[in-house]
Every structure is written in structure tokens, then in C-alpha cells.
């Protein structure tokens, strides 16, 4: 199957700093890349979609100006969490859609937030 | 509401027997459906793709779509220890860029 990566793997930051979250899409072209979040025992939560050469859509109840999303090559979609707080803590992951229709995921981002 | 339903579990199925996942979907006019695998800590590992009605077989896993009825399945045989984690199904909803998952069901293979 298609190859996804993400960097890092995982990141502990400080309360008020921002983190930026890398996606990429290893051997294929993916013009739509999705990032969700998953919190301990619970289910993946999508927060957007990400469309190269356009503005994100976000899912209803996500802040579009604390997670700016960036997808600016076929290839790469960037996540930022901007000012992040304990409560932003987290695993994020990011999938890439493979034509014609099958989503692959990356191994995940693990942000803990101090 | 366009939704993807499973049953979270637990279901323990006894090593060597069959696992039977089950998963319903409410978009009659959807076309693919997807069944993935995660382990605690790692993210989604995609298992199989299905399209077309009938059974699709790769290795020990099977699954099985029923458009009529809207309902998709996961067998699993000659179920092993390192099959337990949480399976997902998913599916295209309403023309959706993305996959609505399922909440997942998780599974524990008893040695």
C-alpha cells in the first residue's frame, strides 16, 4: 500500500508555544490529505480537510485560527497548533487520500503539552 | 445524519476460532467501503477495501458486502493474539471527500 509519513513522531512543548506537524505522502500525489485527532480511549475525530492550492475545511467545532492548515504541494500538508494548551494534548494523525478513493494514514504525532 | 455504526465491544473470540465484525451505514447510494485496523498508541492500518456485493478474500481475512441491506462485515479466521486491537469500518457518505468512520469495535483473541 500507499506510504505516509509524519514528523515527529512525537513533541512535548510548553503551554503558549506553537508546533507544526508535517504530513507527506511518500509515493503518491495526494490532492486531498485529512487531519484527525484521537484523545485516549476514544474515537478518530476528523478536524479537516486539507485541499492542495486551497483554504482547509474545517469540521464543525474546530478553530480554524489555532489549527492552520497548509497543503501546499501534492506531497505535503502541514498542521500548526498555534498557542497550544494542555487541553491541545494529543494524538494527531494525518491520512492521504490514494486514487481513485482509499485513505492511508501516517504513523501519528503524539503532542503533550505541559 | 450520514453515519457509519459498529458495535464497540469488547468481542473475545477464543484463538483459532472466527471473528465476525459487523458494521452498518446509512448512505444507500455508497460505494466503497474500508475496514481498518489500530492498535492502541498507532494509528489506522488499512486491512481491506470492498466495492462490489459478495465476499472479497485476501489471506485470512474476509469481507463481505450486503448493499440491499447496507451492511459490511470482517471475518477474520484462525484467529491469532496479535489480532486484537480495534477494527474500523468506514465508508463515503453523502459525496464526502473523506471516510466516515465507525467507532470502532474492539476485538480480544483469547489464547
Known amino acids: 500500500g500507499a506510504v505516509v509519513s509524519q514528523h515527529p513522531s512525537r513533541v512535548i512543548c510548553k503551554s503558549g508555544t506553537s508546533v507544526k506537524i508535517e504530513c507527506r505522502s511518500l509515493d503518491f500525489q495526494a490532492t486531498t490529505m485529512f487531519w484527525y485527532r484521537q484523545f485516549p480511549k476514544q474515537s478518530l475525530m476528523l478536524m479537516a480537510t486539507s485541499n492542495e492550492g486551497s483554504k482547509a475545511t474545517y469540521e464543525q467545532g474546530v478553530e480554524k485560527d489555532k489549527f492552520l492548515i497548509n497543503h501546499a504541494s501534492l506531497t505535503l500538508s502541514t498542521l500548526t497548533v498555534t498557542s497550544a494548551h494542555p487541553e491541545d494534548s494529543s494524538f494527531y494523525i494525518c491520512s492521504a487520500r490514494s486514487p481513485p478513493d482509499t485513505q492511508y494514514f501516517g504513523p501519528g504525532t503524539r503532542l503533550t503539552v505541559l | 445524519q450520514k453515519e457509519v455504526e459498529q458495535n464497540s465491544g469488547p468481542l473475545s473470540v477464543p484463538e483459532g476460532a472466527i471473528a465476525s465484525l459487523n458494521c452498518t451505514y446509512s448512505?444507500?447510494?455508497?460505494?466503497?467501503f474500508f475496514w481498518y485496523r489500530q492498535y492502541s498508541g498507532k494509528s489506522p492500518e488499512l486491512i481491506m477495501f470492498?466495492?462490489?456485493?459478495g465476499d472479497k478474500e485476501d489471506g485470512r481475512f474476509t469481507a463481505q458486502l450486503n448493499k440491499a441491506s447496507q451492511y459490511v462485515s470482517l471475518l477474520i479466521r484462525d484467529s491469532q493474539p496479535s489480532d486484537s486491537a480495534t477494527y474500523l469500518c468506514?465508508?463515503?457518505?453523502?459525496?464526502?471527500?473523506?471516510?466516515?468512520f465507525g467507532k470502532g469495535t474492539h476485538l480480544i483473541i483469547q489464547p
Open positions: 468506514a465508508a463515503y457518505l453523502g459525496g464526502a471527500d473523506g471516510l466516515t
Open positions: 470492498i466495492y462490489s456485493n
Open positions: 448512505d444507500r447510494g455508497s460505494q466503497s
